[in-house]
């Protein structure tokens, strides 16, 4: 058995310790809010937090996460609120159908804690690796400059 | 009777069954559309209901569509057009989209229809409703249903009365059909069309709380996945499936050339595939390097949309004798996949000889009809239920994830979920065509293009007419036998019909010494063209502008599907690495009478950006009836990296009726990039993509 730390709250689940975090996420835990885009680690539809930093569920097996804070959309901000990259998203219309969101909101969580004030070139070089294919670039990146300005006023 | 079973019961019954939901109802009969294009199979449905609303008790008014929400915003601009005719807040209008137990038939959503046909509908609709609710007010409070005002989801008459729309329709059981005749508001009167109301479910979108068909989950459902062939056209000789029947919990299902296995979670099934010993039979298949010429060489007898088209005025060869100069050029575009980021996806439930299917589709009813044929049932025992899906781009139409889930489902006992893979999609869906073009031109030394000859071959009809005056025409298009299973994509081939026109009018404007922009000016007559050329002009500097070394400018126009597009690009050559990089865009797009500003603004950014992909890199690498490069670090999709500063200008004309947006804008990028390359280092690119891998020179 294999405990994981997703949002807070302990699980345990059988599967075996090389099976990528992705599917336990998504058909075990039911937390369906990460997405399978690729498999490859190469879309990140799959972004999830790990100790804060954006990792790729689909290609990361479960050894990897034990004992570590796996944070996933659903857990992003408590209920009923929103964090303000998800408000930042929302306000920018940084979203189509909406599939690429979560991954998209995850990975910016994760750049905005490591670099507050990103100029367009780091968030470019740091969100290439995330793919929106309703081409709604110009607007994420909008969103992540606003919810940077947001919570360096915050803070 | 309940609602899920409303839709299979006799049009008496229905109305009865209207009759007994309480509140009131508006039910709008429509003459039958005609055949939309763009669909595949057709079918012959009843089509005495278009749409319905119902408002309850609870003051929300809930409307009924078949239409689907893949990204393009509908589920907000036609509760928009409600809010606008009910004169009631959007936050009060539920839809119920795509939902074949519960709301009306409806041929699918694709080809820009949504906005010019079924937003009128529901504006009737809620217009009549609004009547009704007056009405009711009138007798409530012994007036005249004139005297009788509603604003903003409240009802107020005389002497300072007022109701919600709940406290008049409480304890009523309400029937109104109307007609189509009913009138709707003039857009200079418009409130809530016309501003930019946001996303209906953004906030489910951004907390991962909206469930995509993949992320339906039923209790004890299984996983199922299917065997795939080694390549296309390859047929099952003989399977030995007891390995992977050995495996606990695994029911392996074979029937004609399908194979696949179901089992408790997603690994063990896939576990369970690859134990199935498979002998496939292999039939030779067409080569890439001969794709273009195949094309031409092998016409399909094709009837109706898709099949053979023509249209002659005058005469090429007198035109082509009145020109100074004549061109003759050959431009071809690849396959590409739409490559929706959610793959095709289905959760099948059996219950009672009753099968329930969750599956992300354009078509839900064509879906449901795909069904019903597979399992020989009929129509009425199969519901097809579309959640708001990871994007379609025109991809999305044909049911097989929902057959697959089906089956496995039926054997299986249990329901059932089809995830594919990013493989699967790119393999086993369906791809835009690839396509062959030749024209052959005459244009006078002033610039008057005097003839223009057109063969389309294979990559279809959508916009294959010029937009521009010229005397002399002869377009055809000639289908052909694909190599590829290929099917509709954004805009269809109105993109590759671009491409070819656009590119030749450049090459025609600098055979003539003129300048692009004015070249095209001078042979249109079509205001609204004209319209939209010169707002990107404007905009972009196109006369002012100074060109550094190895950058270009290029422009492209059209028209389709109700919109008109003006794309002007930058772009700048590397010519020793040989990288092409779109450095700016410009596009001007006008589409009637604008219904949600920033939603019409994002998707014309997303075309712009979709459609860099197919202009620059994008391509199917295929061989023996494989696909080479199934995935996305072999497929190249736009990204962060490669988005151009984009500016949009849209032109609002509130004279003329809306029409869609989502697709008709991609149509100018590929030629506007190409023209743009041209400008840059004098490379003439004839080809989509245009640089795979960079320009070589
Ligand atoms: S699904 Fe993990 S990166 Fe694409
Ligand atoms: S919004 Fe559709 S993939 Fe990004």
Redesign the interface.
Known sequence: MIELHVNGKTYTTG?PSE?PLL?VL???L???????????G??G?CTVLVDGRAVRSCVTPLRAVVGRAIT???G??PKDR?HPV?EA??EA?A????????GM?LSAVALLSRHPDPGIAE???F??G????????????AAIRSAAAKMRRTV | MTPAGLWSHAVMDRREFFRTLGGVVVLLTAEPLEAQQGSGASQAAPRDIAAWLHIGEDNVTTVFTGKVE????IRTSLAQAVAEELHAPVSSIRLVMGDTDRVPFDMGTFGSRTTPFMAPQLRRAAAAMRQVLAELAAERWGCSPEAVTIEAGLVKGPAGKTATFSELTKGQRILKEIGESTPLARPEHWKTLGSSV??A???A????????P??I?LPGML?GKVLRPPAFGATLVSADPSQAERIPGVTVVREGNFIGAAAP???TASQAVAAIRAEWKLTPQPRAAELFDYLKKNPAPMEGFGGASRHVVGDVSQGLAAADHQLRQSYTVAYIAH?????RAAVAHWENGKLTVWTGTQRPFGVRSELARAFGVSETQVRVIVP????G?GGKHAGDAAIEAARLARAAGKPVKV?W??EEEFTWAYFRPAGVIEVTSGVRRDGIVTAWEFHNYNSGPAAIRTPYAIEHQHIEFHPARSPLRQGSYRALAATANHFARETHMDELAALVGMDPLEFRLKNSKDPRLRAVLAAAAEKFGWSRRQKASGTGFGVAAGFEKGGYVATCAEVSVDRTSGAVRVVRVVEAFECGAIVNP??LR??V??????GLGGALFEAIEFEDGRILNP???NYR?????D?PQ?EVVLLDRKDLPPAGGGETPIVGIAPAVGNAVFGAVGVRLRALPLVPHGLKT
């Open positions: 599967a099976r599917g998504r058909d075990e039911g937390l369906t809010g990460t997405k399978y885009g690729c498999g490859e190469v879309c539809a996933t959309i659903e992003l901000a929103l998800q998203f929302l219309g979203m189509q159908c909406g599939y690429c969101t979560p909101i968030i470019v070089r969100m290439d995330n793919i929106c294919r309703c081409g709604v670039y110009s607007r994420i990146i | 893949v990204g393009q915003d946001p996303k479910n953004g906030v979108l951004v907390t991962g709380r909206h469930e995509f993949s992320d989950r996983y979670d997603e690994a490559a929706p980021l959610e793959p708001d899906t990871g994007s781009y995830v893979t990013r920033d939603h994002s998707q950014e997303g075309c712009i950006v979709m995935r996305f670090s999709v736009p990204r962060f990296s988005l984009i």
